[in-house]
Nanobody, 122 residues
Framework: QVQLVESGGGSVQAGGSLRLSCAAS????????MGWFRQAPGKERKFVAA????????RYVDSVKGRFTISRDNAKKTVYLQMNSLKPEDTAVYSC???????????????WGQGTQVTVSS
């Protein structure tokens, strides 16, 4: 089993940057693909980015390509989401999740963190 705790959220002006971290507990972290999802108020949770267990493969939703970068450090059991050129529409609760395979659908993820709020003002 994996427990996930996100950090690094906050408030930033449009054009700014934030780096989210997701720290995992459990000895099997390095065997899981990891993903970031976000949920805006009144909307469903949506895929943002994912990374394979090795870090060699990544996936992004089109709206964040070129602005967000997902990475992981298996020795530290942590996955990161570097967010640059933030826009007001990026405002949401961001959650990390663990999956057996590199995936973009919420249903394919087994373990979830509690989320961290990101607010981008114009």
């Amino acid at each position: 089993q994996v427990q996930l705790v996100e950090s690094g959220g906050g408030s930033v002006q449009a054009g700014g940057s934030l780096r989210l971290s997701c720290a995992a507990s459990g000895r099997t972290f390095s065997t899981y693909a990891m993903g970031w999802f976000r949920q805006a108020p009144g909307k469903e949770r949506k895929f943002v980015a994912a990374i394979s267990w090795s870090g060699w493969s990544t996936r992004y939703v089109d709206s964040v390509k070129g602005r967000f970068t997902i990475s992981r450090d298996n020795a530290k059991k942590t996955v990161y989401l570097q967010m640059n050129s933030l826009k007001p529409e990026d405002t949401a609760v961001y959650s990390c999740a663990a999956s057996d395979e590199l995936a973009t659908m919420t249903s394919e993820y087994r373990y979830w963190g509690q989320g961290t709020q990101v607010t981008v003002s114009s």
